[in-house]
């Protein structure tokens, strides 16, 4: 009849296939490469960094030649053209690329050669290669301008030849005697010590200060590394007729050497009037003691 709707029944909702139900769970992450493996790519990246000439890292900010071949910066200052292709070197052109993957690159210390494992961020390589316990040692021998450079092994062969007017006393007890204190000037007096199977340097140094007020800084330094030099104790004692001036401490490294003892004040510190308690006839004896430290 007419004005009137027909009702249907309700017919049930279609249900697609897959769409139902939870979401599948995504993929896993594609494994990560074995360690060797890993470092493979390591060494491969960081070799693109070599230097054709000195075969250091060549580290932002980086410079290219025309062609794109990369020198490092101490090798550069030295040449006027690429030595890969012969083309020049200037202008300066910046590798921005080379150095957004150096900021992603850890490279190696310098001295992994020798025995260094440590692989380091471009920005910290520079401050851990100046204190790296690998790097070679010094002549330790202070006020002279001796160069020379080697292996922690061949420093007291080294000491024994280019400088044989250093006396060696052995003992874990002895006196150092400085001759001659008022000398003018800047003075270093420097005698060894052997024992516990080590060689130490005794060191007494002289310097000139403003308004030429004169200071003496005494010390104890380690033929060996900062970790032997841990395991010693040493003290410095002046004796007068009615004064006594003692120090103890730790010795330092020879990698480290005199000037650091002294701007860390590692060191026995007097002035001339001091010296002068202590002094006979313008010598200066110090009694050295070195003991082992209690494990």
């Known amino acids: 009849p007419c004005g009137k709707q ?19 769970p995504p993929p896993p992450p594609p494994p990560l490469p074995p360690p060797q ?3 493979q790519q390591q060494q491969e990246l960081t070799s693109l960094f070599e230097c054709p000439i000195c075969f250091d890292y060549v580290l932002p900010p980086i410079l290219q030649c025309q062609a794109g071949h990369l020198v490092c910066k101490q090798c550069r200052q030295q040449l006027s053209l ?8 200037t202008p300066n052109i910046r590798n921005l690329a080379m150095e957004k993957v150096a900021s992603a690159v850890l490279f190696p210390c310098k001295y992994a050669t020798t025995g260094c494992s ?21 002549c330790p021998c202070p006020g002279t301008s001796c160069d020379w450079e080697g292996s922690l092994e061949a420093v007291m062969s080294h000491l024994m030849h280019a400088h044989k007017s250093i006396t060696t006393l052995q003992g874990e007890d002895i006196i150092f005697l400085a001759t001659d204190i ?3 000037g800047a003075v270093d007096w420097v005698m060894m010590q052997s024992c516990f199977g080590h060689h130490f340097m005794l060191v007494l140094k002289k310097q000139e200060k403003c308004e030429g007020h004169q200071q003496f800084f005494a010390t104890v330094l380690l033929i060996g ?14 004796h007068g007729s009615c004064h006594r001036l003692t120090w103890e401490a730790s010795p330092c490294s020879i990698h ?16 001339t009037a001091t010296a002068h308690l202590f002094a006979d006839n313008g010598n200066l004896g110090i009694n050295v003691t070195i003991s082992m430290c209690c494990p």
């Not at 440590?118 to 010094?138: D, F, M, N, Q, V």
């Not at 590394?225 to 002046?238: D, G, I, S, W």
């Open 37 to 39: 493996q890993q470092q």
């Open 225 to 238: 590394t900062r970790k032997q030099a841990e395991n010693f104790q040493y003290r410095l004692e002046l």
């Open 182 to 184: 008022n000398l003018p």
């Open 256 to 271: 480290d050497g005199v000037h650091v003892a002294i701007r860390n004040s590692n060191c026995l510190v007097f002035d």
């Open 118 to 138: 440590l692989t380091l961020h471009h920005t910290e390589k520079p401050k851990h290669e100046a204190i790296c316990e690998y790097r070679p040692y010094s």
């Open 6 to 24: 027909q009702q249907h029944a309700p017919s049930p909702a279609a249900v697609l296939p897959g769409t139902g139900g939870a979401s599948p």
């Open 82 to 89: 690429c030595p890969t292709c012969r083309g020049s070197l």
